[in-house]
């Protein structure tokens, strides 16, 4: 991976195209925990981008991948990170990008679209509905797992599962429990209503994290909603429904 300097913090980040010139961007925010290769790359999502003539970008969050980590809770927020977004675009000379974030990366996704809404050609929200408006329960449960000495210390079973996913993703856990105790920044209906970009947002019908995708499309003009069958937070990112309607929503778009 490349990195640059995101106002002191170093961002690491692929840029995959054939044609620099003639594709057409889309970024790419993955969720907490992961990082650019389990979120994109595994899930096949960059290869079939590329191969569909898109030209796309994707970094690790700060905290995350190979992105420096910083440990105080100040250096994080959806806010910061939606900024380490914008940079990105600028270092790469990208005026304009149709950005997909799952997860932690949609509500990222959000802040750019809503505070630099001249940067975005169209908002994929994949892992998060309706729980983008009513915030996260139990992140204090879920940092305390990761600062536990051993995953066998975790009782919670959510925390848990988070404790495990950042075992096999090799994140720092330090970083990561900064990261979810950080402020975490209101997303208003009234601010998503403000979204002129078309919207589409994707998520499992399993899944407890992310919540009703239609609720949340019922608060963005236009927004369109898909709910997946059988499949829950972690299975969703690379089930082939979604990828179905990610390229149909960009075709349209494009």
């Not at 300097?5 to 692929?14: K, L, P, Q, R």
């Not at 250096?75 to 932690?104: C, K, Q, W």
């Not at 208003?188 to 499309?217: H, I, K, M, N, Q």
């Amino acid at each position: 991976m490349n990195t640059f300097n995101s106002d002191g913090v170093t961002i690491a980040f692929i840029d995959e195209t054939r044609d620099r010139t003639q594709s057409e961007p889309v970024l790419l925010i993955h969720g907490f925990a992961s990082n650019v290769t389990t979120n994109w790359i595994d899930t096949g999502w960059v290869k079939a981008l590329a191969e569909a003539g898109f030209r796309v970008a994707a970094f690790d969050n700060r905290g995350h991948g190979e992105s420096e980590k910083p440990y105080e809770l100040a250096d994080y927020g959806a806010p910061i990170m939606a900024e380490d977004a914008r940079r990105l675009l600028d270092h790469l000379g990208i005026s304009r990008a149709h950005v997909i974030g799952y997860s932690m990366g949609a509500r990222i996704a959000a802040f750019l679209a809503l505070n630099r809404p001249e940067r975005v050609a169209s908002l994929v929200f994949g892992g998060l509905g309706i729980n983008m408006v009513r915030g996260m329960a139990g992140t204090g449960p879920i940092a305390n797992a990761l600062e536990a000495r051993s995953i066998d210390d975790v009782k919670s079973p959510t925390a848990r599962t988070f404790r495990a996913f950042a075992e096999q993703t090799n994140s720092d856990l330090r970083a990561l429990a900064a990261c979810i105790r950080s402020a975490r920044d209101p997303i208003t209906a009234e601010a998503l209503a403000r979204l002129a970009c078309p919207v589409l947002v994707v998520v499992g019908a399993d899944d407890v994290v992310g919540g009703s995708p239609a609720a949340l499309a019922a608060l963005v003009p236009g927004a369109r909603a898909l709910e997946i069958t059988g499949r829950d937070h972690m299975k969703t990112v690379g089930d082939r429904a979604f990828k179905e309607a990610v390229f149909a929503f960009l075709a349209q778009h494009r």
